[in-house]
């Protein structure tokens, strides 16, 4: 299996699908995938 491939399974497996359709994933279950150890390095990153 090639990276994009492994890349796409995992974000499917954690997306979530809205009442009308809409994608979106969680932040708590992307900073497992993206191996942060910390919360706080999702905050203020903008």
């Known amino acids: 299996m090639q990276l994009k491939e492994i ?3 995992i974000f ?3 997306k979530h699908v809205n009442e ?4 979106y994933w ?3 279950e992307l900073q497992q995938v ?3 150890k ?3 390095k999702f ?4």
Do not use: H, M
Request: charged content about 30%; some cysteine.
């Open 7 to 9: 890349n796409n399974t």
């Open 12 to 14: 499917e497996s954690i």
């Open 20 to 23: 009308e359709g809409c994608e």
């Open 26 to 28: 969680l932040a708590r």
């Open 34 to 36: 993206l191996e942060y």
């Open 38 to 40: 910390k919360w706080e």
């Open 43 to 46: 905050l203020n990153n903008f």
